[in-house]
């Protein structure tokens, strides 16, 4: 029977499917929403949380905003056909849509593409399997699109952020002065390196908090109720939940934050969290703001002389240039991107990111706060967390299911080319041309955690080695074959050949017992 042709009398026209990362009332889905006859379904179903253990706010966030947005639609008048996770007798999004197709029976099903390859499969087989086919709508979300990102790798064996970015830069006139650059250049990533001196951040202004309200607080009890296995908890909960409360997070940033957010990017403190980073990512990954909405307030600031342009222009970098980047980046090479493994990498990934339990000062504090808020900044998860791990040679597999499961802000169109492409180097240079690799040196300078650390960051060896430079040393010895006429690395590697046969086999030593002393741990 083909789809319709049983809908029994008040069956819905179309169904609206709306996924908990999907939140924006301008989205397509809602074009030419008729309320006499259209329904929304959204649906909270356990594997969400359980197919990677998705920490306890991660699991709270999404479905304190779903919750939120049912209830601003149905303030609408719009009928919302939704599934609270203790009602569900299906597990997942594709058995629970298929349930309700049975028994709603709509003419037609409306949706959009979500953040996640799996389930365009799961979903689409399960209204396949029910006779339908969705009708999957436009991503307005994005500022590009799948065909603009195609012709852009279109004959690029490698693919650069940087002509991407000024692509879109042009497209969008944002931050530009007619045809050039405003402020006369593209990149200001050499006037945003600063770390921060021996006195540390000094006194920082708190952000913007959002206490959980009511609908919020029984989600909060809901989670940790049925999730208490779950990493993390939900303590700590403060994010914004609505469209309202995201804005307001956004004017906090843009007040108290954005001037100093480029110079100081790349630095880390021990204890802080945010410093001048922005705590967007979740309210954006959600769809509750709009990337053109985010950087056109950046770009007011500074054409209002609130915020010099160093600052702004990195900040439009990262939401214009790398979060459009790595979503092409996902759609263009997935299904087979998620097995990329180019740097054969098979070591299990060390018990201690699960409980920051680790004499390590850097991790230890690092994944400690992860634990504790679901969220750390962008050059802790790049050279902390992914750094070790690639050091250490874990399988991509592992490290990409920790960075999806324990951040709030995971979604997978994301999380997955961070993790693999710029972090692991496990897409073999496909997005980014060389592995992001460190000794214990670099984050000697970019932070204050050496201080408070029992190993030394100068040392490779012996009782006081620093890990991260011992498995410096030794990710060069492993790769030399690969990197030693890499116009980037060739240097790093030919610093190993200075080092004496007897250091470079007393390295190797170090590095198998600390691998060993890992797997164990
Ligand atoms: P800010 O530093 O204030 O940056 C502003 C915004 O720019 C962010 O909110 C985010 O939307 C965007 N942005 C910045 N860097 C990136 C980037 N590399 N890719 C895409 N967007 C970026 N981001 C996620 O949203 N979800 C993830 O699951 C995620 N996993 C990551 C895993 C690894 C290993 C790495 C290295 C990065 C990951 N990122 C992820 C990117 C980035 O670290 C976070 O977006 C950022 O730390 C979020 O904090 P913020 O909002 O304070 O960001």
Not at 251 to 265: K, N, T, V
Not at 298 to 311: K, Q, S, T, V
Not at 373 to 402: D, S
């Amino acid at each position: 029977m083909p789809p319709g042709a049983g809908s029994h009398p008040g069956a819905p026209r179309h169904l609206v499917v709306v996924l908990g990362d999907q939140l924006n009332e301008d989205s397509a889905v809602f074009d030419g929403f008729d309320v006499g006859t259209d329904l929304v379904w959204m649906a909270e179903v356990r594997a969400e949380s359980t197919h990677v253990p998705s920490h306890q706010a991660r699991t709270a966030l999404f479905l304190a905003a779903m919750r939120h947005f049912r209830e601003a639609l149905r303030d609408r008048g719009i009928a919302v056909h939704y599934r609270e996770l203790d009602d569900a007798s299906a597990s997942t999004l594709g058995a629970a849509l298929a349930e309700d197709l049975a028994t709603l029976r709509p003419q037609a099903v409306v949706g959009v593409r979500p953040g996640e390859y799996r389930l365009v499969a799961e979903i689409g087989d399960a209204a396949g399997a029910r006779g339908y086919a969705i009708d999957w709508r436009e991503d307005r979300h994005f500022i590009s699109s799948d065909a603009e990102f195609a012709a852009f790798a279109h004959g690029r064996r490698e693919l650069r952020l940087e002509y991407f970015y000024r692509q879109l830069r042009r497209r969008t006139g944002l931050l530009m002065d007619g045809d050039a650059p405003a402020g006369g250049e593209w990149n200001y990533d050499a006037a945003n390196r600063a770390g921060f001196d021996a006195a540390g951040p000094g006194l920082l202004a708190p952000p913007r908090t959002f206490p959980p309200d009511a609908l919020t607080s029984q989600v909060l009890q809901l989670v940790a109720r049925v999730f208490s296995g779950n990493p993390g908890s939900v303590a700590h909960f403060d994010w914004p939940v609505t469209r309202a409360e995201a804005l307001l997070a956004l004017a906090d940033f843009i007040r108290q934050r954005l001037p100093l957010f480029g110079r100081y990017q790349d630095a880390m403190w021990g204890g802080e969290t945010l410093l001048y980073h922005s705590r967007l990512s979740a309210a954006l990954n959600l769809r509750l703001l709009s990337p053109l909405e985010v950087c056109q307030a950046a770009e007011a600031a500074y054409r209002a002389g609130r915020a010099p342009i160093e600052a702004v222009e990195g900040f439009v970098r990262q939401i214009l240039g790398w979060r459009e980047y790595v979503r092409g980046i996902y759609w263009h090479a997935m299904p087979a991107y998620a097995a990329g493994n180019a740097l054969a990498a098979h070591a299990p990934l060390p018990s201690f990111y699960w409980t920051g339990d680790t004499e390590f000062a850097c991790l230890a504090d690092t994944i400690g706060r992860t634990l504790d808020r679901g969220y750390a900044h962008h050059i802790e998860r790049l050279m902390v967390t992914g750094l070790f791990a690639l050091l250490l040679g874990v399988e991509p597999r592992a490290v990409h299911e920790w960075y999806l499961g324990i951040y709030v802000d995971a979604v997978e169109w994301v999380e997955l080319p961070n993790v693999l492409g710029m972090s692991q180097h496990a897409d073999g240079g496909l997005m980014a041309s060389k592995p992001y690799i460190a000794s214990g040196r670099y984050l000697d300078r970019a932070s204050d955690h050496c201080r408070r650390c029992p190993r030394d960051p100068a040392r490779a060896t012996g009782a006081t080695a620093c890990p991260f430079t011992t498995l410096y040393w030794d990710f060069l010895e492993r790769h030399a074959g690969r990197f030693e006429r890499h116009p980037r690395m060739a240097q790093q590697v030919r610093n190993l050949t200075r080092k004496t046969d007897a250091e470079r086999a007393e390295i190797r030593r170090t590095a198998d017992a600390l691998r060993e002393r890992c797997a164990l741990s």
